[in-house]
């Protein structure tokens, strides 16, 4: 155990006598740990000392007569205010006994104070709370190499991880609890943990995990609520992260329980990477499903995935594609590995053309929203199909993909991309060049002569080719408005009377977008 104040008046050989009745001075005083004995008579030592250290004086800066009751009082308020434990008077040195005043002002002060006799040296004070502190490092050290093998023999057993933790939680009197890569709590040691704790305490604690996985960087988290402190750590690589391990108690851990946590955390790191080696095999085995299912293999991989991991998706199923940094690819495996299992026969997924794509059913989309949510990629979703379709499906997710990225992360469904239709796509592609180039001769013009004949043949199309229409909107004569587009028709070197040329050049205009200037 280490020195309190208590244990120093404890021991006998020493002779110690305090001289501010512990009634008096506020609770838990005298059973405050002392981090050091020092000695000083300066007046005002505080800035060689620390706070929890108890300082010992033979009061040679009280010696004049002239000393008041105020320096006494100055002088037990600098040492309170500065987080000492206790002062010590060593008596029969320069004086008699302690003085009145000096007792008066450290009861004032809250500051226990006591009696160093003559036969008792400063140093055998100092020794004694130094071999209190070697004995509790010792005794630390102890434990900590006592549960560290006892954590290493848990580690042997069948479920290592879980035996792990728990030996954990029942070593260091803490709950432990470890969250997966997506987030989900899988396991917590004692198991009623959060069942005792406020509704809060595990809010906080599953929201600063997530947001740690989130963030993608190896990190650790000290949060101190409802009388606990709880610790988080995150286990992987950077970018590769599977989990969060967190731990709460009534004491903070001393360097002994975080060594003992430090050599858990390594643990279950090989741990989830042993598991991740094998994670990585069934990818491979997945991917050459995928292209399976891709070339009409259903009743195979129907027949390989009811092995592996459940049915395949009921159809109609719909195709996701992912968009994620490579970095990012095992943790969001991970994450989809612990949603298959979770729900057999909604999604299957597997790694293609270096992108994450993903077969659901109906009730296996909101997957999707959470993808997003917890890694910010971006999704594109085809519409639903038979397994027969599937090459034209992952044709549509990846055309919806490819419009996602105009925007923030986020799921982009094929339906919204069809409903606009097709001329309205083009202006999507790389279209937008060739267009601007078959329109070239009309924007020259324009800027050569300051006319608007772009505009013109633009609002001339959106009525039908109706110049009188067309002529009112522009507030210009019809045959004004038919020479205009004559005029247009020599420019493009196109005859504009029939609906294919009219049509094209409606494309081009789609395609070209607005025009630089």
């Given at each position: 155990?280490?020195?309190?104040?208590?244990?120093?008046?404890d021991q006998?050989?020493?002779?110690?006598?305090?001289l501010?009745?512990?009634d008096?001075?506020p609770?838990g005083?005298a059973?405050?740990?002392v981090?050091?004995?020092?000695?000083?008579d300066?007046?005002?030592?505080?800035?060689?000392l620390?706070?929890?250290q108890?300082?010992?004086?033979?009061g040679?800066?009280?010696?004049?007569e002239?000393?008041t009751?105020?320096?006494?009082?100055?002088?037990?308020?600098?040492l309170?205010?500065?987080?000492?434990?206790?002062?010590?008077?060593?008596?029969?040195?320069?004086?008699?006994g302690t003085?009145?005043?000096?007792?008066?002002?450290?009861?004032?002060e809250g500051?226990?104070l006591?009696?160093?006799?003559?036969?008792?040296?400063?140093i055998?004070?100092?020794r004694?709370?130094g071999?209190?502190?070697?004995?509790?490092?010792?005794?630390?050290?102890?434990?900590?190499?006592s549960a560290?093998?006892?954590?290493?023999?848990?580690?042997?057993?069948?479920?290592?991880?879980s035996?792990t933790l728990?030996e954990?939680?029942?070593q260091?009197n803490h709950?432990?609890?470890?969250?997966?890569?997506s987030?989900?709590?899988?396991?917590?040691?004692?198991r009623?943990?959060f069942?005792r704790?406020?509704?809060?305490?595990?809010?906080?604690?599953?929201?600063e995990?997530?947001?740690?996985?989130?963030?993608?960087q190896?990190s650790?988290?000290?949060?101190p609520i409802?009388?606990?402190?709880?610790t988080?750590?995150?286990?992987?690589?950077r970018?590769?992260?599977?989990?969060?391990?967190?731990?709460?108690?009534?004491?903070?851990?001393?360097?002994?329980?975080?060594?003992?946590?430090?050599?858990?955390?390594a643990l279950?790191g090989l741990?989830?990477?042993?598991?991740?080696?094998?994670?990585?095999?069934?990818?491979?085995?997945?991917?050459?499903?995928?292209?399976?299912?891709?070339?009409?293999n259903?009743d195979?991989?129907?027949?390989i995935?009811?092995?592996?991991?459940?049915?395949?998706?009921?159809?109609?199923?719909r195709?996701?594609?992912?968009?994620?940094p490579?970095?990012?690819?095992?943790?969001?495996?991970d994450?989809l590995?612990?949603?298959?299992?979770?729900?057999?026969?909604?999604?299957?997924?597997?790694?293609?053309?270096?992108?994450l794509?993903?077969?659901?059913?109906?009730?296996?989309?909101?997957?999707?929203?959470?993808?997003v949510e917890?890694?910010?990629?971006?999704?594109?979703?085809?519409d639903?199909?038979e397994?027969?379709?599937?090459?034209?499906?992952?044709g549509?997710?990846?055309?919806?993909?490819?419009?996602s990225?105009?925007?923030?992360?986020?799921?982009?469904?094929?339906e919204?991309?069809?409903?606009?239709?097709?001329?309205a796509?083009?202006?999507?592609?790389?279209?937008?060049?060739?267009?601007?180039a078959?329109l070239?001769?009309?924007?020259?013009?324009?800027?050569?002569?300051?006319t608007?004949?772009?505009?013109?043949?633009?609002?001339?199309?959106?009525h039908?080719?109706?110049?009188?229409?067309?002529?009112t909107v522009l507030?210009?004569?019809?045959?004004?408005?038919?020479?205009?587009?004559g005029q247009?028709?020599?420019?493009?070197?196109r005859?504009?009377?029939?609906f294919p040329a009219r049509?094209?050049?409606?494309?081009?205009?789609?395609?070209a977008?607005?025009?630089?200037?």
């Open positions: 155990m280490l020195p309190t104040l208590r244990r120093l008046l006998s050989d020493l002779g110690l006598r305090l501010t009745p512990e008096r001075l609770p005083t059973d405050r740990v981090e050091w004995v020092h000695s000083s300066l007046l005002d030592p505080t800035p060689f620390s706070a929890g108890v300082l010992l004086t033979t040679t800066q009280f010696a004049s002239a000393t009751d105020a320096a006494y009082r100055e002088y037990a308020h600098r309170r205010a500065h987080g000492l434990a206790g002062l010590g008077f060593g008596t029969e040195v320069i004086r008699d003085p009145e005043a000096l007792v008066s002002a450290c009861l004032d500051l226990p006591v009696e160093v006799p003559y036969a008792t040296p400063f055998a004070v100092a004694a709370a071999d209190m502190i070697a004995e509790d490092r010792y005794a630390r050290n102890t434990w900590a190499l560290q093998r006892a954590i290493s023999l848990a580690a042997l057993r069948p479920d290592g991880l035996a728990s954990l939680s029942r260091l709950w432990v609890a470890l969250f997966d890569a987030g989900a709590l899988t396991r917590v040691f004692p009623d943990a069942a704790a406020s509704a809060a305490s595990f809010t906080l604690v599953a929201a995990a997530a947001t740690m996985l989130r963030r993608g190896r650790s988290v000290t949060v409802g009388g606990e402190t709880l988080l750590q995150t286990l992987g690589r970018d590769q992260l599977r989990g969060v391990l967190a731990l709460g108690g009534a004491s903070q851990l001393d360097q002994a329980g975080q060594g003992v946590v430090t050599s858990v955390i279950a741990a989830l990477e042993q598991n991740n080696a094998l994670d990585r095999a069934r990818g491979h085995l997945r991917s050459g499903l995928w292209h399976s299912l891709l070339g009409g259903t195979l991989v129907a027949r995935s009811a092995e592996m991991w459940g049915p395949l998706p009921r159809g109609p199923v195709v996701a594609v992912v968009d994620a490579e970095e990012r690819q095992d943790a969001i495996t994450f590995e612990i949603r298959a299992e979770e729900q057999p026969g909604r999604l299957f997924f597997a790694l293609h053309d270096g992108r794509s993903l077969c659901l059913d109906r009730t296996g989309v909101p997957v999707l929203a959470e993808l917890n890694f910010g990629v971006r999704v594109g979703l085809s639903a199909t397994y027969s379709a599937l090459p034209s499906a992952l549509q997710a990846l055309r919806a993909l490819d419009r990225i105009e925007g923030p992360p986020g799921i982009v469904e094929f919204v991309i069809s409903r606009h239709g097709v001329l796509f083009l202006a999507r592609t790389d279209a937008q060049e060739v267009g601007r078959m070239a001769p009309i924007t020259r013009h324009d800027s050569l002569h300051g608007d004949l772009l505009g013109t043949l633009r609002v001339w199309l959106e039908n080719a109706e110049y009188a229409a067309a002529a507030g210009i004569h019809r045959h004004t408005m038919r020479s205009h587009v247009a028709e020599q420019l493009l070197g005859d504009l009377s029939s049509a094209d050049v409606w494309a081009a205009l789609l395609a977008g607005p025009q630089p200037r």
